[in-house]
């Protein structure tokens, strides 16, 4: 809501633009006939008129966020050509030349042969000044369109370009009524508005550039929507201090524990921000009145939400016929990730039956101002929030829960059912993790968030180098060697014969790989203190060490079976286009 507030009154501002000026003819002709009847009408079809041209490209805007390879570069580039046309003001006429003819053409028709223009025509005539005016609008629609290419287009981008319309409108409507001394006064600060047009322009270029980094999946989306949620949740706290945000957490886990019953740590938001949903057809909040809700938040290449699914999927299966419905939310952390069908395939291959919504904006997950993969919010048949548990473990208690809120519900048959699931066998890279010998935390490749880099130089950001592999790394330090280019997400093999080296200390070791754009297998081979890995070969390698990279996904490189030591573990790729994004251990 505070953001729509805003909008609109940045539409308000709007007539101190020199975007307001080819729309002031239309406006002013209408001062000597009624408002209602005449002026009320231009301006509402001006208003719906601009709602509706600007989301039609801020829709276009939304490919970056779903589109792949080429597609992605081609909504880069219809980026950068919006942020042109806020900076240089003859680009944008040239461009927006047959949507300005239209207008005109439309505006011509609506006015007829000089007729006094009726209500009808008027907001006809509204329509087409709005063709007129959503060209030159620049600033809320460069900064909605930026917008919609990090987190998506949504009915919130509408809202908010129906509220800075709005505002626009309403402005309109106090120089109408008051007449030619606002229009006189207006005129004199509209060359600071051309500049501030610019500065929005430039910045907006800047958001593009960022965006062909990769930078939008990682600086950006800290400072994005979230942040923004977290400042509006703030205000409304302070506003009103006396009534619990939707989305607070009132305990932690120890104090839901020992509580009886459990208290209400907020309520279900909506669910409507998945873009697809896979196994079930799209649920709402009222749909699931009356069931018990586990939304479990994940995202396939983390290891421990893989770590913690055979729990969550055997929940699913014991109570779904008392009444217990589960909802994998899957946010991605890495780009590939938000590709559906990479979902859709680890889905099936994860043998996951139950629903999962595709929230590839991260809608879902800023409602709740959620931070964690994986994290589980248990849902009463209210809609209310009862418990949460963020990580791995706590499988007795969390189970508990399920039973104390299906009781609840009326479904006293759950907590007869014997736990069964705590001794539950599980193979590969869901195993859970050896936290008695863990010394090696997981560590990222890209540049935006590695640590311990040892080779040599440090590491080159966006461009092609040659790296040499460090000759002694210490415990969690790590190198590249051959010619790599690291990008903010991940760094990609750019010659054959590439290697990456790091010293570890852990039962397991696992590596998030996948070939580059065209999809091609690269074929690798895992050492581990120089020589082949043998029984301490993880699922995704053979015991001589080789394996093939061919989605994706997480790769299981080491488990060890004996006593975990510090080990240099070596991956030598004998083909180029590699993408290595993190490492991560059990």
């Known amino acids: ?186 005129k004199r600060s509209l060359g600071a508005g051309e500049w501030i047009r610019r500065g929005i322009g430039a910045a907006m270029l800047c958001g593009v550039a960022a965006i062909a980094l990769g930078l939008d999946t990682g600086v950006l989306t800290r400072v994005s929507t979230i942040s923004t949620s977290g400042l509006e949740q703030r205000l409304i706290d302070r506003l009103s201090p006396r009534s619990k945000p939707a989305n607070a957490i009132a305990v932690d886990n120890a104090a839901a524990e020992n509580a009886a019953p459990l208290p209400v740590e907020g309520v279900l938001p909506t669910l409507d921000g998945a873009v697809q949903w896979l196994n079930s057809p799209p649920h709402t909040v009222q749909g699931l009145r009356g069931k018990v809700v586990l939304v479990e938040f994940w995202t396939y290449s983390c290891i421990d939400c893989l770590r913690t699914l055979p729990y969550v999927k055997a929940w699913a299966q014991k109570y779904k016929d008392q009444g217990l419905v589960v909802i994998g939310v899957h946010t991605p952390e890495f780009a590939f990730e938000h590709n559906i069908d990479n979902v859709k395939r680890a889905t099936h291959d994860l043998g996951i039956d139950y629903p999962v919504a595709i929230d590839n904006h991260s809608a879902i997950w800023s409602s709740l ?49 014997a736990t069964g699931l705590l001794n539950a066998r599980v193979g590969g890279a869901q195993a859970a993790a050896d936290g008695d010998d863990l010394r090696s935390q997981e560590t990222y490749i890209g540049y935006l968030q590695a640590e311990n880099f040892a080779s040599a130089g440090g590491e080159t950001h ?53 070939p580059e754009t065209d999809g091609k297998p690269v074929r690798f081979r895992v050492s581990i203190d120089g020589a082949a890995p043998g029984d301490a070969h993880g699922t995704d390698v053979a015991p001589d060490g080789s394996g093939t990279v061919t989605g994706q996904r997480l790769y299981q490189l080491v488990r060890q079976t004996g006593e975990v030591k510090d080990h240099t573990f070596t991956i030598e790729f004998l083909d180029a286009g590699v993408d290595a994004y993190v490492f991560t251990f059990g």
């Open 1 to 186: 809501m505070l953001l729509i507030v805003l909008a609109y009154l940045g539409g308000v501002l709007t007539i101190l633009s020199p975007c307001i000026l080819p729309v002031l003819p239309f406006v002013f002709a209408r001062a000597d006939q009624p408002f209602v009847r005449s002026g009320l009408p231009l301006l509402t079809g001006m208003a719906l008129t601009f709602a509706a041209v600007a989301t039609l490209a801020a829709l276009g805007g939304g490919w970056v966020a779903e589109a792949n390879q080429y597609g992605r570069w081609l909504a880069i580039a219809l980026l950068a050509v919006f942020g042109l046309t806020l900076l240089l003001p003859r680009f944008a006429d040239y461009l927006m030349r047959p949507l300005v003819s239209a207008g005109n053409r439309l505006s011509t028709f609506a006015q007829g042969n000089g007729q006094q223009v009726r209500t009808g025509s008027s907001f006809l005539l509204g329509i087409a000044t709005g063709l007129l005016w959503a060209p030159c609008a620049g600033p809320i629609l460069g900064l909605v369109l930026t917008g919609a290419a990090l987190h998506g287009a949504s009915v919130g981008t509408t809202l908010l370009l129906i509220g800075y319309a709005a505002g626009a409108a309403s402005s309109l409507a106090v120089a109408l009524l008051l007449g030619g001394r606002v229009f006189a006064a207006m």
């Open 369 to 417: 101002g959620n931070q964690y993969w994986p994290a589980y919010y248990f849902v009463d048949a209210q809609g209310q929030i009862r418990y949460h548990q963020f990580g791995e473990g706590g499988y007795a208690q969390s189970e508990s829960v399920l039973q104390q809120l299906l009781a609840e519900a009326g479904h006293p048959g759950a907590a007869k059912i």
């Open 462 to 514: 966006n461009q092609p180098f040659r790296y040499t592999e460090p000759s002694r790394p210490a415990l969690n330090e790590w190198g590249l060697a051959g010619t790599w280019k690291v990008d903010a997400e991940y760094a990609t093999l750019a010659q054959a014969s590439g290697r990456i080296v790091y010293r570890f200390h852990a039962r397991d070791l696992h590596l998030v790989l996948g």
